[in-house]
């Protein structure tokens, strides 16, 4: 079912419009672009419409609609994400910048 021209026209006004307007990713770009100058600004930059553009493209394969439909895999994709950000914070604790304590 294809989705009519004023739908269309009015998800992509509101999406330019959140796009444009500053929030968390602008202020992780500032963050990062104060912390180690323009490169590493442009590089998380980089990084937010990379995970953008997937998160997107997910959309557009029609992913939402697998999840709904089965509730396994949603919980099998949870939880696999629960085990990503517990390697990614057990690596910064034990990375070279993690403080000692004596």
Do not use: C
Request: proline letters at 5%.
């Amino acid at each position: 079912m294809p989705i009519s021209s004023a739908d269309l026209l009015i998800f992509l006004t509101a999406a330019l419009s959140l796009n444009l307007t500053p929030g968390n990713d602008m202020m992780f770009v500032l963050g990062q672009s104060l912390k180690g100058g323009p490169a590493r600004g442009i590089a998380a930059s980089f990084g937010i419409a990379t995970g953008s553009l997937i998160h997107l493209s997910l959309v557009a394969l029609g992913v939402a609609v697998l999840l709904k439909e089965n509730p396994m895999v949603f919980e099998t994709m949870r939880w696999a994400g629960v085990v990503y950000l517990l390697w990614i914070a057990w690596k910064t604790l034990r990375g070279p910048g993690a403080r000692e304590t004596n």
